[in-house]
């Protein structure tokens, strides 16, 4: 099957840090990204839709100027936690959906980027 | 709509014996169904899908089962292995590169 590969899969950073999560279709072109966040022993949330070389669309609630995400290729996005704090500690997961040839609405999924912010 | 619960139902079977899982969905327009593995710290994967247009669907040890009129889902593992163990999510979508809901998970537990 397709991979998605996210990097790295475990940071730790002060507060008031930049954190950036990449997260690359490597097999496959991604047209559109989906970015979650999940607490512990919680369901997965989406944060953002990321289409190739246009603006990522942010779920509300979700500070887009907090997430930064960028999808600048069709194998490449990141998302970036601009002055991080404690309470955005948490494991974001990126999955990733091709084109033709992949089944409507099946997603592929990265490892996770677990995020502790001290 | 999305259903997020804040903590989740855990399923304690024998090994050996048969686990089903189920899941209430809310969006009677979702077209597209899936269910997911997630085991600690890993992201999710994929174990079985489902289109609206169908009402079951087996893939080897597990079964998927739509009931759209009352908007729910199951999953169904036969012959449960510890290796089982895990949190299982389904997740939906209308289809296309519409992003996937997930529901609130449930952790099987697997008893040797």
């Known amino acids: 099957g397709a991979v998605v590969s996210q990097h790295p899969s475990w940071v730790i950073c002060k507060s008031g840090t930049s954190v950036k999560i990449e997260c690359r279709s490597l097999d496959f072109q991604a047209t559109t990204m989906f970015w979650y966040r999940q607490f512990p022993k919680q369901s997965l949330m989406l944060m953002a839709t990321?289409?190739?070389?246009?603006?990522?669309?942010?779920e509300q609630g979700v500070e887009k100027d907090k997430f930064l995400i960028n999808h600048a290729s069709l194998t490449l996005s990141t998302l970036t936690v601009t002055s991080a704090h404690p309470e955005d500690s948490s494991f974001y997961i990126c999955?990733?959906?091709?084109?033709?040839?992949?089944?409507?609405?099946?997603?592929?999924f990265g490892e996770g980027s677990r995020l502790t912010v001290l | 709509g999305e259903s997020v619960g804040l903590h989740l139902p855990t399923l304690s079977v024998q090994e050996g014996d048969n686990s089903i899982i189920n899941c209430a969905y809310s969006n009677s327009a979702s077209d597209y169904f899936i269910w997911y593995k997630q085991e600690s710290g890993k992201g999710p994967q994929f174990i079985i899908d489902?289109?609206?247009?169908?009402d079951k669907r087996q893939g080897q040890r597990v079964t998927v089962l739509l009931n759209k009129t009352v908007k729910h889902l199951s999953l169904q593992i036969a012959a449960t292995q510890p290796g089982d163990s895990a949190v299982y999510f389904c997740?939906?979508?209308?289809?296309?590169?519409?992003?996937?809901?997930f529901g609130k998970g449930t952790r099987l537990s697997v008893i040797a």
């Open positions: 489902i289109r609206s247009n169908m």
């Open positions: 990321s289409n190739e070389g246009s603006k990522a669309t942010y």
């Open positions: 999955s990733a959906s091709g084109t033709s040839g992949f089944w409507t609405g099946e997603l592929f």
């Open positions: 997740a939906e979508n209308m289809g296309g590169n519409t992003p996937l809901v």
